[in-house]
């Protein structure tokens, strides 16, 4: 357990993995900020009082500004609109990108020392303004997508090979957007390789599905975009932070020549610990896989191109 841990947002995205967060237990105190009046003091109260139910020790508290969010270990930054049915995560740019970036000033001020774990959209480029913004190493600020498209991923084939969702292994890479690259050659059910179990023409819709699993839900729910699943990708990244774990998973991580890339935020295999993002494995990827990552990064570079920072 740290001392404590920032969510920005009280949204859907932000109120669910605050809860997640104070119920396992992963910080002291969980602060909620969101400019909304109201909003987090009323959610962070709700949480606070379901503690005895669940038996957490956990505070959590909701604020508008930043003094109660001093020093805090790991903050995640949720702030921003959510997609409505049509819209690309990309649609979300400029807006969401001035939110960010305040919010990023913000943090390097009251939390010099955090770790910034960043869910808002488009990702790999918000990941970009709040790491200019803060000032942070990028070894102090890293994206929440990875997680989510492989856990959509792992499901689909979970439910397709009706096998425990625990048992799938696989790797989804590149930007939060259709041109995310889903590893199938590093894709297993407890070692062995998912071609062995299901043909290609079995596993590309799922792939495909995979691919499109926002906008599915944006599609549903029509009014936003999904958090369930959001909440508990970022709140996997923050256990493995908090706890030293080492983990590998795919994160948003600043490229600095790894994958022949430099200057650009792109998932890839990251090992994650109480230092954040503690180092980038290199796998080693097939031409068609190598080309769908580089054209992925394209589509990162492009709006990382046009935003202000
Ligand atoms: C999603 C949005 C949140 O993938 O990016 O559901």
Redesign the pocket.
Same mark, same amino acid.
């Given at each position: 357990m740290v001392n404590k841990i920032t969510v920005v947002g009280a949204g859907n995205v932000g109120a669910t993995t605050a809860q997640r967060i104070a119920e396992k237990e992963l910080a002291r105190t969980v602060v909620m900020v969101d400019i909304a009046d109201g909003i987090p003091q009323g959610k962070g109260l709700d949480q606070w009082e379901s503690a005895p139910i669940e038996g957490f020790d956990s505070r959590v508290i909701g604020t508008n500004g930043y003094e109660e969010t001093a020093g805090s270990d790991i903050v995640v930054i949720t702030a921003g609109i959510a @997609?409505k049915p049509g819209m690309s @995560?990309d649609d979300l740019l400029n807006t969401n990108a001035g939110i960010v970036k305040s919010v990023a000033e913000e943090v390097a001020k009251s939390s010099p020392n955090a770790i910034i774990v960043v869910v808002s959209?488009p #990702?790999d480029v918000m990941c970009y303004v709040a790491m200019k913004a803060s000032g942070f190493p990028r070894e102090r600020v890293i994206g929440m997508a990875g997680v #989510?498209d492989t856990a959509r991923y792992r499901s689909f084939i979970a439910e397709a090979l009706d096998v425990s969702v625990r048992d799938i292994q696989a790797m989804v890479l590149g930007g939060?957007g259709d041109t995310m690259v889903p590893l199938i050659s590093y894709t297993s059910v407890s070692g062995i390789p998912i071609l062995q179990l299901m043909s290609k023409a079995q596993l590309d819709p799922i792939v495909d599905r995979a691919r499109n &699993? &926002?906008a599915e839900?944006v599609k549903y729910l029509k009014t936003g975009?999904?958090y369930y699943a959001?909440s508990s990708g970022a709140v996997q990244m923050v256990e493995a932070i908090v706890n030293d774990q080492k983990r590998i998973l795919p994160c948003s991580a600043w490229l600095q020549g790894e994958y022949g890339m430099k200057d650009v935020y792109l998932g890839v295999p990251v090992k994650l610990g109480r230092r954040g993002m503690e180092g980038i494995i290199e796998i080693e990827l097939t031409p068609d896989e190598r080309a769908a990552l580089e054209k992925s990064a394209q589509a990162v570079i492009e709006p990382m191109g046009v935003v202000k920072v």
């Open positions: @997609r @995560r959209n #990702l #989510l939060h &699993g &926002g839900i975009s999904a959001p």
